[in-house]
Structure formats: C-alpha cells, structure tokens
C-alpha cells in the first residue's frame, strides 16, 4: 500500500548548533510545517517569570503550562494572544527554559503537546529530545553539531537582532553550562541517537547544512 502520510523530520542538537535556521530552511524546501519546540519551554518559562514562580515549584509551572495557548505565526510565537517573539529570546529565559526543561512535569506537558501538533505529519521539528521522544518515528533524525565558540558566534548575532548585547565570551561560558544542563538531565536527556545523520556543521552554510536534509528526506519519500 503507497504511504501517504506526509513525513516527518526530527532536527536535535545542542544549543547554538544552528538548528532554527536549518529546520526552517529544510520546512520551506520540502513544504512542510516547522515547530520550534525550544520556543515552546521558553513560553513556559515567560509564564513562571511572570506568575512569580520558582524553579522548585514546577509542577505549578506545569499547571500554567498545561492552560496556556501556544500558538506559531508567520516568524513568531503567540502565547494566550500575545505576540511573545522577541520576549522569549533574553538571555534570562534562556537560561530559566533550560532549568525548567530538566523538569519531569514539564516535559510531560509540551512533549505530549508537540506529538498531539506531529501527529499526522508534515513537520519539520526541532529541539532537544525531538529524535528520542518526541519523534522517534520520525522518518528523517538529524542531530547537529558545532563547536562552542561557533555556537556562541552564532548566538551572539541572533541576540544582536533582538537588542540584546553579550559578548561571546559570556555566551561561551553560558553554552557549556546549558549543554552540561541538558546532557546530564535525567528526564529526556540531550542525546544522539544512533540512527541519526549526524552533520558537523564546521565550515557549512545553513543552506549546505539543509541540502543534505533534504537529500535524506527525498530520498526517503521516494523509497516508501
Ligand atoms: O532551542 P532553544 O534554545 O530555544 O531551547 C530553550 C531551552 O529549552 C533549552 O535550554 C533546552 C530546552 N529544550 C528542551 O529541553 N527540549 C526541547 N525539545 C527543546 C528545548
């Protein structure tokens, strides 16, 4: 029987690694729908900044969490009506996502959300965890790699985009605290998983990077 659900690509890596850039390109070329689940904690953790919620109260956090409406646009991200875009890109939620990601209560909201948004397919997605739980299903895995000063270059210049100033210096050193962060979590690990393609991004554009995506996606559509 022809397979016609339309496929899924799951995009996984460390921070910085160039994932929302990648996942984007790869969603527009092969006319598939993009989520950005990082986006989502970082919705969760504006929600706790804002109700004044500790970090140890998380299964209150996971409550709001479980309320709220998180809705993509065109380039941005809509919680409960409010365009949130830029708010959700400070260092500071940055760093409040990455601690309250480690939180069971929280995963278990969002990652049961964004299989329910994957759930007939047609998705490029992209995150910690997008290859292990999320999609493991997911007819093309991807887990992308850079270096760390890469990574802080990279982020460094999307934090100039939104106003924020930091030097990549501060970025390295925040970087390797949230890739201990999330590597060494217990709940939903950031791992590699073995069938990944993993692609060292070194020396590649975006658009490079995306190719040999797309290459994979293609010829997985046309083998099914
Ligand atoms: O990709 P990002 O920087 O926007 O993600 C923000 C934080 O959310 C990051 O520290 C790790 C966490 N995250 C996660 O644990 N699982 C995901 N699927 C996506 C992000």
Known sequence: MLNTKPIV???????????????????????????????????????????????????????????????????????DGEDVTKAIR????????????AKPAIRRVLASRQRQII???GYVLEGRDTTSVVAPDAEVKVYLTASIEERAERRRKDLVATEHEVSVGE?????????????????????????????ETYGLTPQEVAAKIIERARSVTTHS
């Open 9 to 79: 690509v799951a995009i996984d890596g460390p921070a910085g690694a160039g994932k929302s850039t990648v996942a984007k390109l790869v969603a527009s070329a092969l006319r598939l729908r993009y989520l950005d689940t990082g986006a989502m904690y970082r919705c969760v953790a504006l929600l706790a900044k804002r109700a004044g919620l500790k970090e140890s109260e998380s299964e209150e956090v996971a409550a709001l969490a479980e309320r709220s409406k998180i809705k993509f646009i065109e380039d941005g991200v809509l919680l």
């Open 90 to 101: 400070t260092p500071e939620l940055s760093s409040l996502a990455s601690s309250l990601s």
């Open 119 to 121: 759930l007939e397919g």
């Open 171 to 199: 970025l390295m050193k925040q970087i390797a605290e949230r890739d201990a962060r999330d590597m060494n979590r217990s709940d939903s690990p950031l791992i590699r998983v073995p069938e990944a393609m993993v692609i």
